[in-house]
């Protein structure tokens, strides 16, 4: 299977991605994003003030695809907040482990006709008068449960953000004070 494109996208109202980390790039593909343990998967962000996640709006997507017969698929997992942490819910990872089994066989069949990607997405929303567009984001990824984290992004500003979205895009307001995460 050719190496796993891992990818961060926040969305305003249409999504702006970024590349991952080089050093996490390297990290990553020394490991196996087929056989790690969906239970140990939590992502990381740090927001700017001003800036918030769209409730259920941080998702874990998994796609793969073989050339060879043409079969493809691509699986969403919503991510459960807890404090600045998403983590995959319980029937969630049960689903992402079926994935993860699929996309194993494909690479054991044909390693060089199947394709893989990994993404993080989050949909933001405005806190207040919303973030200072120089403001940046980070993100990181852990494999082992939160014990270590390896960068996906550092420092993105969200001009950058905005400019990869739609020109005139529009940050939401978030749905209301009390219901956002703790900073």
């Known amino acids: 299977m050719r190496p796993m494109i891992a990818a961060f996208c926040l969305a305003a109202s249409l999504p702006a991605c970024a590349t991952l980390n ?3 790039a390297l990290r990553l593909s020394r490991l196996d994003p087929l056989t790690a343990d969906p239970a140990a998967i939590a992502a990381r962000l740090t927001l700017p003030d001003g800036l ?3 409730p259920g709006s941080a998702v874990l997507t998994l796609s793969a695809s073989r050339q060879d017969t043409g079969e493809a698929f691509q699986h969403a997992y919503s ?3 807890g404090g600045t ?3 995959l819910s319980p029937t969630d990872i049960r689903s992402l482990r079926a994935a993860q089994a699929e996309a194993a066989r494909w690479r054991a069949e044909a390693p060089d006709e199947s394709s893989g990607a990994l993404s993080l997405s989050l949909g933001g929303c405005a806190i207040g ?3 200072d567009p120089e403001a940046t984001v980070s993100a990181d990824l852990s494999l082992d449960g939160g014990v270590r984290y390896a960068p996906l992004i550092r420092g993105l500003s969200l001009a950058d953000i905005a ?3 739609s020109p005139g895009a529009v940050l939401p307001a978030c749905p209301s004070p009390e219901g956002q995460r703790p900073r």
Do not use: C, D
């Open 85 to 87: 942490v998403w983590r």
């Open 163 to 165: 400019g990869a979205a």
């Open 22 to 24: 080089p050093v996490t």
């Open 52 to 54: 918030g996640g769209r």
């Open 129 to 131: 008068a919303g973030p």
């Open 79 to 81: 991510l459960e907040e």
